[in-house]
């Protein structure tokens, strides 16, 4: 049977794998290896060997056309489902496995949780979480795995589906880069990790959805104890007093209900919202002659539009945001202020709801607001609701919105408030995330500069923001990369390098690896700019996502730039800092660092060959390098392999060690690809073929 052969009747190579290590067929495990197979499987079973035959070689006993036929439609679904979102597949192995075939599983609900998680955070490392976590799933899913082809349809469609997940999670930061592989639009990357809604980081809890404490009258007028306010405060006697027809009792209940929703601790919403009190709040909005209520009840829906989702959109049921709408020409500077911070927290829930505030027409009254002479607390709101307005990419704002908000960006960009400075640089950074055409709009608009400046800020949270914006350009074409760097962005970046905080030279070298990404004139300006010893210096010496970056920074040169300056980052001594991050277990650091090494040789003259191969030896890197032929990623394996291979050969004449580093048999009846190799031999004739087991 050949390759072509076992292709037909097995999509990926595992049970071939499984087989061929089970007889001791190393040629044949060599074979396949070579041929991408997958090693990821566990099966630790005994007695369930499909492969045995009275001849004591591999039998295909179950070939039939059936098996062929489910072979082909596994690679089918393979090729159909890396078009699925990773939301689509969990939601689809939750449908047809957990919930199925898994009900009594033990800790099922666990495995369920982290199926949810990875739903709502977009990471399909929760699925490995589920798989390895102390379960019943992990011993069903291998069992369901092993069975064959006579295996159910919802278990193998899971096992296709959750491979699909995973892969496609792998790869999403590499193919976000220009130049992964040989394509130069693809390893400029954009910083797909920061694009979570805003909502679920630290910064945006406090930015996003903000509420209104009490924190301006009378400790006489105000308790500091929420739980003796909530004994002093009857819910059913606010609402009787909140819809009184005399409107000073009504003041006097709808206060009290502001009262408790300013509390810091667990604020009635959901109690409140039950009770209907909603459409008294928005009635409350329209009494014009009595701008005090109007205040009360602004202020309330302020705080319950702070809420999750639900209680965001209970406000928005209630029609409150044309009322709030209104409130924006109030008369009163107070009441005016109350309804924009209402309408922050409704615009700051997700697309749709900016999108109907949009509709409505909040942006003409807002963009007035920044023109005129309004107190500096009013404006730091005004432009916290503008942040509101940018921050959401799903989708994002219509270009004419942004030329319609873009000269007042730029006009608060020349205030020295910080609190002002950081929001609307963040703004400007959101808007910059969006593609290229808004990139285009905003380098057109000649705003760029004033970002820049902001690099050489005192305060971290500006220097934060306005390197993600330039960052933000940088991740669009050659010609808007160029702009920044005609601009001097360089200049700046010695220092932020050298900066004190890690957060600040992990973006600095972000950064950098988008310039290096580019043409070989924007490597030579790094180089120029002398920053290249600081890249190397955090490759070797800062923390572990400094050094990702650093990685990614030096890759990118080696892929870009001309034999020359990558002749120049080796004599800069970046083989050590590379060599010794292949001791890592990331497989993406681990591909990123093989790339630029593998580049460096590939690309380096011919006469410092030999220089580079013994410094690689001499720092050790050449064990890390074959040691990562057992690595359980076959990209690098194949990495390592061809490098190996390559330039170094002749240190390994051997070809029975080479075999044996690729698939190695222990003693206790273990076939493994793993690591731990050092002790392990091939099995001899007195194998017991009854009970095997098989660890890949």
Known sequence: ??????????????????AACYFNHLEIVRRLLEAGASRAIKNKIPGNNRFIGASGKIEWIIVTPYVKETARAERHSLMFYAN????????????FYLSTQLSSVDKIDQVKYFFQQAIEKGDAEYIVKAYTAETGFYSRLNRDLAGGAETGKHERQFIVDMNSSLSKNISSRIQSYKHHGKDPDELRRRRNQYNISLRKTKRDEQIQCKRNLI???????ETDDDDELRRCLNLNEILLQSQNSDLSICYEGIRSARKLLSIERNPPIDELINLNFLPILVQCLSYDQYPDLQFEAAWALTNIASGNTHQTQAVV???????????????????CEQAVWAIGNLIGDGSRLRDYAIELGVISPLIEFIQKDIPITFLRNVTWVIVNLCRHKDPPLSLNIVQEILPSLKYLLSFTDVTILVDSTWALAYLLDCGNPIIQLIVEFDIISDIIRLLNHNEIKIITAALRAVGNVVTGTDEQTQYVLNHGVLNYFSKLLQHSKNKINKEAVWFLSNITAGNQQQVQAVIDAQLIPNVIHHLQHSDIQTQKEAAWCISNLTMSGSVEQIQ??????????????????????????????HNILKNIPEENLEHVTREIEECGGLDKIENLQTFSNNEIYHQSYDIIEKYFSNENDDDDDDISSMSQVPRNDIFSFGNNSANQTVPDNNFNQNNPRFEF
């Open 215 to 221: 924190v301006n009258e009378s400790m006489s007028d």
């Open 317 to 335: 049921n209630a029609d409150a945001l044309p009322y709030l709408l209104r409130l924006l020409h109030s008369t009163y500077s107070n009441v």
């Open 568 to 597: 120049y980052v080796v004599n800069q001594h970046v083989i050590p800092p590379l060599c010794n991050l292949l001791q890592q277990q990331d497989a993406q650091l681990l591909q990123v660092c093989l790339d630029a090494l």
């Open 1 to 18: 049977m050949n390759l072509e052969d076992i292709d037909q009747i097995q999509s990926n190579g595992s049970t071939a794998l499984h």
């Open 84 to 95: 699925h979102s990773l939301e689509e597949l969990v939601q689809r192995a939750t449908k």
